[in-house]
């Protein structure tokens, strides 16, 4: 028997040989106008972004460029260039000198903005991007794509042929229960609305709305999740895996931060604790409250975040011996009457404020958010 007769006995046609074949077809043909149709140039993306982290800068350094604060400017302007997208960055006064620069210098493809405050010009912002980071797949990509569909192509049509002719010979497939989630350290941020009694039902509920938009900025930074408690406040659950002891503290100043800028009508204090979450908070999409009051005692939480001065990280002992030397030595040992019947056998620390390398970083942070925030 020849090769070609050893192929036909092999490989009988069916009746469903021909669908098998043009389903096959159609999918190649389907990968390859998917791949090719319309490839976008990156220039219409790239315009969106600069002329809004443009107009975004402008409006959070007006300020700082009508007090000429350099320090201020060029500290935005090199975490700015950081990131991948941007290539430069450059602050003028409203004479057109130059107040802080990093990267790239402006050319005449570099995005603008005037910062105004009042009507009167207080300086100007360019932005120069990064095409690169913007550019669409290198036409070698989409020829090996195309390449790559075309031999899958056959292998499959076969594929489908002999299972259309032999039945498929398969072992039986076991059900085997998916594996459960492994339960993971986490840091809770426990946020309480601190002047709940002063507020009327209604301003309570958007104080909560506020004070969740500005967590889940932080849990954007922070990888974890954020909860409404009621009209209470709010619980965050941000993965240790993933963050630090220092990272945590920052989470906590960094919203308190947010929520003060933001002028909400809420007033809130933070507690920063150790828990174990059913998995890791990065990966976790919901969460009802619950959840979280089985892992932790979230009414004392509660009562401990509202012992807190304003605008501090009130932590517990697992949460400061985290930190390093070093960093343990900007918290202070917390007293407070309450403690002695309410948590007698615990310790707590607080950082009322963080030297100013550290500070700088929060309000950077601060203010690309709310920068972000507003121009959304």
């Not at 002329?51 to 800068?57: C, D, G, N």
């Not at 989409?142 to 010979?169: A, C, E, K, Y």
């Not at 076991?174 to 946020?191: D, F, G, H, I, N």
């Amino acid at each position: 028997m020849n090769p070609l007769q050893r192929f036909r006995t092999k490989f009988r046609a069916s009746r469903v040989t021909l669908p098998a074949a043009a389903i096959a077809t159609a999918i190649c043909a389907a990968c390859l106008f998917a791949i090719w149709f319309e490839r976008p140039d990156g220039q219409e993306e790239m315009d969106r972004y600069g002329s809004a982290l443009a107009t975004t800068l402008a409006d959070t350094t007006a300020d700082a460029l009508l007090n000429t604060e350099q320090i201020t400017l060029t500290v935005i302007a090199n975490r700015l260039t950081a990131l991948e997208e941007i290539a430069g960055i450059a602050f003028f006064d409203a004479g057109n000198d130059m107040m802080a620069m990093s990267g790239l210098q402006p050319s005449n493809t570099s995005y603008t903005a005037q910062a105004t405050i009042d009507d009167t010009l207080s300086g100007i912002v360019y932005v120069t991007l990064n095409r690169e980071a913007f550019a669409p797949p290198l036409p070698w990509m989409l020829g090996l794509l195309s390449l790559i569909t075309l031999l899958l192509t056959p292998p499959v049509t076969v594929m489908v042929i002999q299972f259309s002719v032999r039945g498929n010979r398969s072992l039986p497939i076991v059900s085997v229960p998916a594996e459960q989630a492994k339960e993971q350290p986490a840091y809770l941020l426990t946020v309480r609305l601190h002047n709940q009694r002063s507020l009327r039902s209604a301003e309570q509920r958007q104080a909560i709305e506020d004070a969740l938009a500005m967590a889940q900025e932080v849990c954007a930074l922070y990888p974890g999740l954020a909860v409404a408690v009621q009209e209470r406040g709010l619980a965050l659950l941000i993965s240790k895996a993933q963050t630090d002891g220092l990272t945590a503290v920052y989470a906590s100043l960094l919203l308190q931060h947010l929520l003060r800028e933001y002028e909400t009508l809420g007033e809130f204090r933070c507690h920063l604790c150790h828990v174990i979450s059913p998995k890791d908070p990065a990966e976790i999409t919901a969460m009802a409250i619950d959840a979280i009051e089985e892992i932790t005692n979230l009414e004392q939480n509660l009562t401990l975040a509202s012992l807190a001065k304003a605008e501090t990280a009130l932590m517990t002992a697992e949460v400061f011996t985290d930190l390093n030397a070093e960093q343990r030595e900007w918290a202070q040992e917390f007293t407070h009457p309450i403690l002695e019947d309410l948590a007698p056998q615990e310790a707590f620390y607080s950082v009322e404020r963080l030297p100013e390398r550290e500070q700088m970083l929060i309000t950077g942070q601060a203010q690309v958010v709310l920068g972000f925030n507003m121009a959304t």
